[in-house]
């Protein structure tokens, strides 16, 4: 299989304890994006690197968010001092984007983390 | 800006009719737009595309969606639905004038196929 692959799928958490996820994107992909989807609702983009630049962050991106990608392949979400509103399923997505073509983005099964 | 409107929270359809799911977009350059499909506790899986060319755009599972720029619409149809499309539909629209790619989706449609 070669799509995105998100790991963990569930993560379960006392609040203020810190997490980390991780995505493993498409592997001819140049960008990676997060999302953060809650129940009911559509994704809201995070953020989203092209190789290991973090190109732009959305304001959801709070102080207690920090993603890397260090060698331009997979990336880390970590989310520190968790609170109850952090519960949702976090997505990632990869796409190859070049000038010749626009590629759709092609999203993981996510990471589902729940705050107790 | 940019945003996405889906006026409808469910659509009902009994299996072998035509299903139309409702999208409107606004965005301030052009408009790339987009379906996604997604399954219980899953991603959301690509179905099809409108960046340039053709207003009707084909895509995957027989899915095909209609691109009206005077309405900015861009509604999801099938000719024949079937019960194994019952699931969360998303619109998404990113500006095509920006470099960015942040892709806005719309708050969902839960399609509903009854046999």
């Known amino acids: 299989d070669t799509g995105v692959s998100q790991n963990p799928r569930h993560k379960i958490t006392k609040r203020g304890q810190n997490v980390t996820f991780r995505c493993d994107p498409i592997s001819e992909h140049n960008r990676l994006y997060w999302y953060r989807q809650t129940l009911g609702q559509g994704p809201e983009f995070l953020t989203y690197?092209?190789?290991?630049?973090?190109?732009?962050k959305s304001r959801l991106l709070s102080d207690r968010f920090s993603a890397e990608r260090p060698k331009g392949s997979f990336s880390t979400l970590e989310i520190q001092r968790t609170e109850q509103g952090d519960s949702a399923m976090y997505l990632c997505a990869s796409s190859s984007v070049n000038l010749v073509s626009n590629q759709p983005q092609h999203f993981g099964d996510g990471t589902r983390l729940s705050i107790l | 800006a940019q945003s996405v409107a889906q006026p409808e929270d469910q659509v009902n359809v009994a299996e072998g009719n035509p299903l139309t799911v409702k999208c409107t977009y606004s965005?301030?350059?052009?408009?790339?737009l987009f379906w996604y499909v997604q399954y219980p506790n899953r991603g959301l899986q690509f179905l099809l595309k409108y960046i340039t060319g053709d207003n009707l755009v084909k895509g995957s599972y027989g899915f095909e969606a209609e691109f009206n720029k005077s309405q900015t619409s861009f509604h999801l149809k099938k000719p024949s639905a079937l019960v194994s499309d019952s699931a969360l539909y998303f619109c998404?629209?990113?500006?095509?004038?920006?470099?960015?790619?942040?892709?806005?989706f719309g708050g969902g449609t839960r399609l509903m196929v009854k046999p």
């Open positions: 998404a629209v990113r500006d095509g004038s920006n470099a960015g790619n942040m892709l806005t």
């Open positions: 690197f092209q190789n290991e630049a973090q190109l732009e």
């Open positions: 965005v301030s350059g052009n408009p790339y």
